[in-house]
């Protein structure tokens, strides 16, 4: 079911990235910028259902981020030990996670806006590109995304609010499982559950 | 003769309530050490690196321990620090609920100056010191955050951070119900801040009424939580297992506030960039398998 809904979503998604971008962008900022205006654009101020937000934005974070290399940092020195068939399952799943975390909160969204501030380097041809969210009240977040050089622009491989990395948060919680609770093929079932959770709350 | 005899016999109750006490401390305290040490993890072996890897990089001995903690903490929220920390979000309006974190800031600038100086941070402690006599006057007592817009933003030392500064490692990671996620460094650096540079406590030192204590204590975990709720209910929604994510997530913050909010440095995985175009070639097969 997830699988076919992916393979729908993926689809639609690929027509709406078609659309609005075929680069990320020459610059870390650049991309970040586009990113932050075509989610607020299209996704977070549209008057479209939940469902195509989701879809959008799964087109967008695929588009926008480097979600396999995201999914091997998250796995670590498990990588190396987990079989291509685990692997594809895993990244698949971890998607899910991220797209249905992330959607769930988008009807929150109150005209916030995003404010790049500077971008250093970081690692190879990267950088860490230092920006804020900006609320109506002037109350504002720390956000810094981490950023790798890629052949369709710089796409995104972490995102850093107030000091927590998501990719680090996720690696270490996901070593703990995989430590604790039946190693790959617990965390996979796990985040199947989770995953079947988030979906159905999405159609609820 | 007979008054006499009931003051003895007073005495004698007195004495062996006392012992009883002392008894029952001490099974008390062997009865915490004996959960303590039972609720210790034990370091896997060397025949599994992974395993060694993982363990340190949580730094978490007390692990067993620190989830029965979690727990109870857990329970204690969902009952009772939840609902008025909710109760408060949505009664107080949000400037008002802003004033109360001001107020509170500027009330404990003692710490964080002291800790500033403690770490040789001179013109930090100079900025902490500016923004106290700013705020205090043209910010009305501390409720307002003037100094902030004055170009002297709010920054928190403690002496946990100075201990870390001073190069002193966090031993274990360390749940306490209420308080939450610390650390055996950080929370000893919690009581020197409390009895050494708490201005609070001074005033209730010099025989002001205890409650005053209680009181302040209350409103800064009704501060502390009410800010950090949405966090902490989002993480708790994207994880699967709530007390790794959140230790995870503490000990980078933690990292973060010792760094003094530079950026994090970038985490190595076999002397690499994790992020490399080519990182792992092993896996460059799947990562087309969308």
């Keep these: 079911m997830i699988h076919r809904r992916s393979a729908i979503g993926t689809a639609a998604a690929a027509l709406f990235v078609g659309r609005a971008m075929a680069q990320t962008g020459d610059t ?53 030990a987990t079989s291509a068939d685990d692997m594809a399952k895993f990244q698949a799943l971890f998607e899910d996670v991220v797209v ?9 969204y109150d005209g916030q806006t995003l404010s790049v501030r500077d971008s250093v380097p970081d690692g190879d041809e990267g950088a860490i590109v230092n920006s804020a969210i900006v609320g109506k009240d002037g109350q504002s977040l720390a956000v810094a995304w981490r950023t ?13 609010i107030e000091g927590v990395s998501m990719a680090i948060t996720y690696r270490n919680e996901y070593a703990t499982v995989i430590q604790q609770n039946g190693g790959m093929s617990g965390l996979l079932a796990q985040l199947k559950k989770q995953v079947d959770e988030l979906a159905a709350k999405l159609d609820s | 003769m007979r008054a006499g005899t009931s003051v ?15 008894r029952a401390k001490r099974l008390m305290i062997a009865v915490v050490c004996a959960s303590i040490v039972a609720g210790c993890a ?10 060694r890897a993982v363990f340190k990089e949580n730094n978490d001995r007390l692990e067993p321990f620190n989830r029965a903690m979690f727990g109870v903490d857990q329970a204690l929220d969902a009952v009772i620090i939840r609902p008025i920390s909710w109760t408060y979000r949505e009664v107080v309006p949000a400037p008002a609920r802003r004033g109360v974190t001001n107020f509170l800031r500027n009330l404990r600038t003692p710490i964080t100056f002291a800790n500033d100086l403690l770490q040789g941070e001179v013109k930090r402690a100079g900025f902490t010191l500016g923004r106290f006599l700013i705020n205090t006057t043209a910010g009305i ?42 650390g055996i460094r950080d929370g000893f650096g919690l009581a020197v ?20 204590n209680w009181a302040y204590f209350g409103a800064l975990l009704v501060d502390l939580k009410s800010g950090t709720m949405e966090a902490t209910d989002e993480l708790k929604k994207s994880s699967i297992d709530y007390y790794a994510a959140l230790r995870s997530a503490y000990q980078q913050n933690r990292a973060k506030e010792i760094r003094n909010g530079a950026p994090p440095p970038i985490e190595e995985i076999d002397g690499e960039d994790p992020f490399a175009k080519n990182s792992d ?10």
């Design chain 2, 141 to 182: 007592g501390g409720l307002s955050d003037v100094a902030a817009d004055r170009g002297l933003p709010y920054h928190y030392e403690d002496f946990g951070q100075t201990l870390a500064v001073w190069g002193v490692k966090e031993q274990t990671y360390l749940y306490v119900p209420i308080l939450g996620p610390t």
């Design chain 1, 148 to 160: 790798r050089k890629r052949a369709t622009g710089h796409q995104i491989v972490d995102v850093i």
């Design chain 2, 281 to 290: 070639p092993s896996q460059t097969a799947t990562s087309t398998v969308q």
């Design chain 2, 8 to 22: 003895e016999g007073f005495e004698i109750v007195c004495v062996e309530l006392l012992r009883e006490l002392q």
């Design chain 2, 193 to 212: 801040d409390n009895f050494g540079f708490d201005p609070v406590t001074w005033y209730t030192y010099a025989d002001n009424p205890q409650w005053v």
């Design chain 1, 100 to 108: 249905y975390t992330w959607t769930r909160r988008f009807g929150e």
């Design chain 1, 28 to 80: 870390p900022t650049v991309a970040i910028q586009k990113f932050a205006a075509a989610g607020i654009t299209d996704i977070l101020s549209a008057k479209i259902t939940q469902r195509e937000k989701t879809t959008r934005f799964r087109g967008l974070f695929k588009t926008f981020f480097d979600i396999p290399a995201i999914g091997r940092f998250v796995l670590g020195r498990f990588a190396r």
């Design chain 2, 42 to 51: 034990s370091k896997p072996p060397k025949s599994e690196p992974d395993a």
